[in-house]
């Protein structure tokens, strides 16, 4: 059978850095860092002080108190961003087919918040076992575009997809297939998460991966450079509505690009730390190139998964060497986590509308705070080291790895005028 064609009509977005598309995109294009203090809670303790917090949100600017108290942040975060992008893709939900209209979510952990409290609370207590009647339903990672999809009535596939840091783009990938085989005219998809919590920064230091630079945090952030120490944890989230393309055309929606192709692989090796010649991470971008019917040489630019640790990023650039060749030394790469952190299951998301809005406005933006060249990474790479550069980008990759030796790539393509 013909695959359909599926392209991206709708975006939304609420970051450490913007809370909401456009403020989302001033903040990449001007090289802004989301990374300060922790304010959510008293970080004495702690080995790391510092987040990217999304700023100014009051969720009763979005919800009712009533309703508020019954959604974790991380479920908030989904339905605030899956609205705006809805509305950007100026879906006619009176007169869509909503059997056809689908919602695939990524999520990392989900409602750890919302789980911490509860248990603080329980253990607090005299033993006996008083829940919030909400608990489980705030908690579980499905959660989100369950409410995504009881708020708009769409009744076509729904669930949540969970591997780490590559569950909103596997979520993404899951999407484009259901399209593709013609399951569905539309699925909202994406990915949130909420983990900047005492249980999360406690259990990430407890890793050993988290960046300790508590006297600079705006610059902790810094992959590629020598004196990287770790990744800065994120929250957030980021909804992009994907759409069979004849059905986009017919409403005549806005087309942002077209998604092209979705690979995906296994390390294979360790549950934390990526294979140290990036097999992986090679496989799944050949398998993402081979899913699109691309060359290597047809790709301008690549988001990289750039963590900021030690390991990962060498790892990866070793990969994007090996698959690209020499044409590696012609492509933007960069990391905008050196901007918003890492989102954990929302990276992927957020990281492929950044790819998208940079191929929109020829734009890529900057990998910030770099000083110190690292002699482990090729210094003929052109990393687009604090600075956006002007770009004309027919071709982007976004890159994203999880825990668990999860990856996934993402293949987007700039439609012809």
């Given at each position: 059978m013909e695959?359909?064609?599926?392209?991206?009509?709708?975006?939304?977005?609420?970051?450490?850095?913007?809370?909401?598309?456009?403020?989302?995109?001033?903040?990449?294009?001007?090289?802004?860092?989301?990374?300060?203090?922790?304010?959510?809670?008293?970080?004495?303790?702690?080995?790391?002080?510092f987040a990217c917090e999304v700023k100014n949100y009051d969720p009763q600017n979005h919800f009712d108190r009533k309703e508020a108290r019954k959604l974790d942040k991380f479920a908030q975060y989904a339905l605030v961003s899956s609205d705006e992008a809805i509305q950007d893709a100026g879906?006619?939900?009176?007169?869509?087919?909503k059997f056809r209209v689908g919602v695939i979510w990524g999520a990392g952990i989900g409602g750890l918040?919302?789980?911490?409290?509860?248990?603080?609370?329980?253990?607090?207590g005299d033993g006996t076992p008083r829940f919030n009647p909400f608990f489980i339903p705030k908690m579980i990672a499905d959660i989100a575009p369950g409410n995504i999809s009881i708020k708009h009535g769409?009744?076509?596939?729904?669930?949540?997809?969970?591997?780490?840091?590559?569950?909103?783009a596997n979520s993404m990938i899951d999407a484009l297939n259901y399209i593709r085989l013609g399951h569905c005219d539309i699925i909202v998809t994406g990915g949130s998460e909420a983990a900047v919590t005492q249980a999360g920064m406690g259990g990430f230091n407890a890793m050993h991966a988290l960046s300790t630079r508590n006297d600079s945090p705006e610059t902790a952030s810094r992959p590629f450079d020598a004196t990287r120490d770790g990744f800065v944890l994120g929250e957030g989230a980021g909804a992009l509505i994907l759409e069979e393309y004849e059905h986009a055309m017919k409403r005549g929606a806005k087309i942002y690009a077209e998604?092209?192709?979705?690979?995906?692989?296994?390390?294979?090796?360790?549950?934390?730390?990526?294979?140290?010649?990036?097999?992986?991470?090679?496989?799944?971008?050949?398998?993402?190139?081979?899913?699109?019917?691309?060359?290597?040489?047809?790709?301008?630019?690549?988001?990289?998964?750039?963590?900021?640790?030690p390991l990962g990023d060498v790892a990866e650039l070793k990969?994007?060497?090996?698959?690209?060749?020499?044409?590696?030394?012609?492509?933007?790469?960069?990391?905008?986590?050196?901007?918003?952190?890492?989102?954990?299951?929302?990276?992927?998301?957020?990281?492929?509308?950044?790819?998208?809005?940079?191929?929109?406005?020829?734009?890529?933006?900057?990998?910030?705070?770099?000083?110190?060249?690292?002699?482990?990474?090729?210094?003929?790479?052109?990393?687009?080291?604090?600075?956006?550069?002007?770009r004309d980008i027919k071709i982007?990759?976004?890159?994203?790895?999880?825990?668990?030796?999860?990856?996934?790539?993402v293949l987007f393509k700039k439609l012809d005028d």
């Amino acid at each position: 059978m013909e695959l359909k064609r599926v392209v991206v009509t709708g975006l939304g977005a609420l970051t450490p850095i913007g809370n909401n598309l456009s403020e989302y995109w001033d903040g990449l294009k001007n090289g802004k860092s989301g990374c300060a203090p922790i304010t959510y809670f008293d970080t004495e303790k702690f080995k790391t002080k510092f987040a990217c917090e999304v700023k100014n949100y009051d969720p009763q600017n979005h919800f009712d108190r009533k309703e508020a108290r019954k959604l974790d942040k991380f479920a908030q975060y989904a339905l605030v961003s899956s609205d705006e992008a809805i509305q950007d893709a100026g879906i006619d939900l009176d007169h869509v087919d909503k059997f056809r209209v689908g919602v695939i979510w990524g999520a990392g952990i989900g409602g750890l918040e919302t789980f911490q409290n509860e248990v603080i609370n329980f253990a607090g207590g005299d033993g006996t076992p008083r829940f919030n009647p909400f608990f489980i339903p705030k908690m579980i990672a499905d959660i989100a575009p369950g409410n995504i999809s009881i708020k708009h009535g769409f009744m076509g596939p729904n669930y949540t997809t969970v591997s780490a840091c590559a569950s909103s783009a596997n979520s993404m990938i899951d999407a484009l297939n259901y399209i593709r085989l013609g399951h569905c005219d539309i699925i909202v998809t994406g990915g949130s998460e909420a983990a900047v919590t005492q249980a999360g920064m406690g259990g990430f230091n407890a890793m050993h991966a988290l960046s300790t630079r508590n006297d600079s945090p705006e610059t902790a952030s810094r992959p590629f450079d020598a004196t990287r120490d770790g990744f800065v944890l994120g929250e957030g989230a980021g909804a992009l509505i994907l759409e069979e393309y004849e059905h986009a055309m017919k409403r005549g929606a806005k087309i942002y690009a077209e998604v092209i192709g979705g690979g995906m692989s296994s390390d294979a090796y360790h549950m934390t730390a990526p294979h140290p010649d990036g097999i992986g991470v090679e496989r799944v971008m050949l398998n993402c190139l081979r899913d699109a019917g691309l060359r290597p040489e047809d790709v301008d630019a690549i988001n990289t998964h750039g963590t900021s640790t030690p390991l990962g990023d060498v790892a990866e650039l070793k990969a994007i060497s090996k698959v690209f060749g020499a044409h590696t030394k012609t492509i933007n790469i960069n990391s905008t986590k050196s901007m918003t952190g890492h989102l954990l299951g929302a990276a992927g998301a957020i990281e492929a509308i950044a790819s998208i809005l940079a191929m929109e406005h020829s734009c890529v933006p900057p990998t910030i705070n770099h000083s110190v060249v690292d002699e482990n990474i090729d210094p003929s790479l052109n990393l687009t080291l604090n600075k956006a550069q002007e770009r004309d980008i027919k071709i982007a990759m976004s890159n994203t790895f999880g825990f668990g030796g999860h990856n996934a790539c993402v293949l987007f393509k700039k439609l012809d005028d």
